[in-house]
């Protein structure tokens, strides 16, 4: 290996730093001519389609935003007291007067499916007191429980045994008792 010699590291000495020279213009043009991120933002306006895209999610958001506030009022009314005419009260009195509590249940009930309200209105209830199937419905439980309320005929024969009832029997004294006893139950035995 030969020595390297003073005109020759200055050489290399030049041209490293013209290298690093170049380098560095290389690093330092590039963020010059780039716009930062937050101005490129601010001058920028949305296309045709992000304009599109952005007026079609705020359109759906106020939709289901005016979706919700609905339901929120219905549940809110619906957990309120109905205060309403005092006359619609009357009507159904009037109607439900000879109902009893489970028959009232029914008609509440067909009420909630029929008009598909959790809680019906007192005019909703008189119509389905009105409606058909309700009043069939009705006459089948009174049927039923009219059926169910009959006294059942006796399954086995009074108690009267040798045309005494068992009062008499109980307040028959002693041999009074065996004497009965003896005669009634004589004649169904025979002597073995």
Do not use: C
């Not at 992000?50 to 919700?68: C, M, V």
């Not at 069939?136 to 009174?142: E, P, Q, S, T």
């Amino acid at each position: 290996m030969e020595p390297i010699t003073d005109e020759q590291e200055a050489h290399d000495e030049e041209n490293e730093t013209d290298t690093q020279e170049t380098n560095e213009e290389v690093v330092t043009s590039e963020p010059q001519t780039a716009e930062k991120p937050e101005e490129k933002s601010k001058d920028r306006q949305p296309t045709a389609e992000e304009f599109k895209a952005i007026d079609g999610a705020r359109k759906h958001f106020e939709s289901e935003l005016k979706k919700t506030k609905e339901e929120l009022d219905k549940a809110k009314k619906a957990s309120q007291p109905a205060t309403g005419d005092p006359m619609e009260a009357v009507r159904l009195g009037k109607a439900l007067a000879e109902i009893s509590e489970e028959e009232a249940d029914i008609i509440v009930t067909y009420a909630k499916g029929k008009f598909n309200n959790l809680v019906p209105t007192p005019e909703q209830i008189i119509q389905a007191s009105k409606d058909d199937w309700v009043a069939d419905a009705i006459k089948v439980r009174r049927e039923k429980v009219a059926g169910e309320d009959k006294t059942p005929a006796p399954s086995s024969p009074s108690s009267i045994v040798g045309g005494k009832t068992s009062e008499d029997l109980q307040e028959m004294e002693g041999k009074d008792f065996a004497k009965f006893a003896r005669d009634t139950f004589q004649g169904g035995r025979s002597g073995v």
